[in-house]
C-alpha cells in the first residue's frame, strides 16, 4: 500500500509498504477514504516530539470503509463506513470507565504520562497512523462509529480530533453565560473553540493570533472579534485594555508548545528544546485573564518542564484545565450540532491533498502557506 513515512524532521515521504493485518481479535483493517493533517502533526513534523522513530506513518484523523475485522469484533463488518477517534482506548480500564477515553492504561508502555494516539511516536504507543491506504484499529469495539448515512465525509474526519477538541477547550472553560472568552491561536481548534464558546453562553468571544488570514476566517467562521498579537507592543496589556482592565473571564490555550511572540522562548523551547516547548500562549492567557478564572489548556505541551508561570496562575486563584481530548465522549452532542448546522466543520477545510504528495501538504501547512487552515489527504486520489 501506499503510506506517508517519516523520514526525520521536515523530511516526509509517500512510500511503499506492507498492508497491516489482523494483530489481535478485536483488531480492525480500514481502507482509509480521507486523512488529514493536524497541528499536532507539525510537532512531529518539527521533530519536537521525543521518540519519533523513522519509517512510522502519522496519521490520528481519518475515516475509511472497513476492510476486515478480527474473530472478536462485534460492532462492526466489513463495508461499514466508519469514524475513527484520535484516542486510542481500552474500553474497560479504571480511566476509560470513567470516560477518561484519552487516558487509557492499556494502550501505551508509556501510560502513566500519556495515553495511545494513532501515528504519534513511540512516546504515545507506537501506532502507525492513518496517512495512508491501510490502517490497523485496535479495540475496534470501542472507537469507531459507522458514520451517519446524512453526514458530510469532511464533516466526519474533522469529528476525529479538531472539532472534538476544540469544543471541549470551551467545555473545559466552563463558560458561564455572558462570560468574555479569549481564544489564543485560530488554527482549526481555536476558530472551533471560538464557534462553541458562543453555544456554551459566551457573552464576547476574542481570538488572538498573528496570521491576518486566519483571523478573518475567526471573524467569518466565528463570529469573533479578533486580535493580531503582532500589532501590539504587549497583547496581554491591549487584552486587559478592551476587557474593563480586569482581564477575562475565560481563556482557552489552542496553540501550544510551538507559540510564536516571545524570541527567547522560542530558542529554548523550540530550537533548544531545553524546555517542553514555548508557553508564549499559555502564559499570556496567565496575564491576560481576571483572578478567579478559567484557563482550558488544548495545545499540546511535551513532557519535559516549561516556563509556565505557575506563581501568577496560583496567586491570581486561577483554575487550569486541561487534556487530551476525549473524542468519542463528544460525540453524541457534537453529532447533533453538525445535524441541526450549529457547526459546520468542513468550512475549515482550503485543501484536498492527494497522498501521493503529502510532503507538500506538510510543507504548506507547516509554513502558513496558500491560506491553509485545514489540509484533507485524499489516499485515492492519483
Ligand atoms: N488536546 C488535544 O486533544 C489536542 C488535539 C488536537 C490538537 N491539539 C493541539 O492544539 C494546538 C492547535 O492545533 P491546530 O490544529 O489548530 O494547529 P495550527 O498550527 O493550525 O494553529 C495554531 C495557531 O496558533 C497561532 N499562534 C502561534 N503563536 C501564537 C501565540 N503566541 N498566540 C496566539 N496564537 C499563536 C499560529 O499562528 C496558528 O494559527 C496544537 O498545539 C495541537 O497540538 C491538541
Ligand atoms: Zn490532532
Ligand atoms: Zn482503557
Not at 515521504?13 to 477514504?33: G, L, Q, S
Not at 494502550?107 to 501515528?119: C, D, E, M
Not at 496567565?286 to 489548556?297: C, E, F, L, N, P
Amino acid at each position: 500500500m501506499r503510506a506517508m513515512v517519516y523520514r526525520g524532521p521536515y523530511r516526509i515521504r509517500t512510500e511503499e509498504k506492507d498492508v497491516p493485518r489482523i494483530e489481535h481479535p478485536n483488531d480492525a483493517i480500514v481502507r482509509v477514504t480521507l486523512a488529514a493533517i493536524c497541528g499536532s502533526d507539525l510537532h512531529l513534523y518539527h521533530g519536537l516530539m521525543p521518540d519519533t522513530r523513522v519509517g512510522t506513518t502519522f496519521g490520528h484523523e481519518f475515516i475509511g470503509v472497513v476492510d476486515s475485522v478480527g474473530p472478536s469484533v462485534q460492532s462492526l463488518k466489513p463495508g461499514d463506513r466508519v469514524m475513527v477517534p484520535f484516542n486510542i482506548s481500552c474500553g474497560s480500564c479504571f480511566y476509560c470507565a470513567r470516560g477518561m477515553l484519552a487516558n487509557c492504561h492499556n494502550v501505551n508502555p508509556n501510560a502513566t504520562a500519556v495515553g495511545g494516539i494513532y501515528g504519534y511516536s513511540h512516546t504515545t504507543g507506537g501506532y502507525d497512523g492513518g496517512q495512508a491506504e491501510y490502517v490497523r484499529v485496535p479495540f475496534a469495539d470501542v472507537g469507531p462509529t459507522v458514520i451517519p448515512d446524512w453526514m458530510h465525509d469532511e464533516d466526519a474526519v474533522l469529528l476525529t480530533d479538531a472539532t472534538a477538541t476544540g469544543y471541549f477547550g470551551a467545555q473545559l472553560g466552563d463558560i458561564r453565560q455572558g462570560d468574555v472568552v479569549v481564544v489564543f491561536g485560530a488554527g482549526p481548534v481555536g476558530l472551533v473553540a471560538a464557534q462553541s464558546a458562543w453555544l456554551m453562553g459566551a457573552g464576547r468571544v476574542i481570538v488572538v493570533d498573528h496570521l491576518d488570514y486566519r483571523l478573518e476566517k475567526a471573524r467569518d467562521f466565528a463570529h469573533a472579534e479578533t486580535v493580531n498579537f503582532a500589532e501590539h507592543d504587549d497583547v496581554v496589556v491591549h487584552l486587559k485594555r478592551i476587557t474593563d482592565h480586569l482581564g477575562a473571564d475565560v481563556a482557552i490555550d489552542c496553540v501550544g508548545a510551538e507559540a510564536d511572540g516571545n524570541f527567547m522562548q522560542q530558542v529554548a523551547g523550540t530550537k533548544l528544546k531545553l524546555q517542553g516547548g514555548s508557553p508564549v500562549a499559555l502564559n499570556w492567557a496567565i496575564d491576560a485573564v481576571r483572578k478567579g478564572a478559567t484557563i482550558s489548556v488544548m495545545g499540546a505541551y511535551g513532557p519535559v518542564p516549561s516556563a509556565v508561570k505557575f506563581g501568577d496562575a496560583m496567586n491570581k486563584g486561577l483554575t487550569l484545565r486541561m487534556n487530551q481530548c476525549p473524542v468519542k465522549r463528544q460525540w453524541p452532542r457534537l453529532f447533533e450540532h453538525v445535524r441541526n448546522g450549529h457547526l459546520r466543520p468542513r468550512d475549515m477545510v482550503t485543501h484536498r491533498i492527494p497522498l501521493e504528495h503529502i510532503a507538500e501538504g506538510y510543507h504548506i501547512f507547516s509554513s502558513k502557506l496558500d491560506g491553509c487552515i485545514k489540509p484533507l489527504i485524499v489516499p485515492s486520489a492519483a
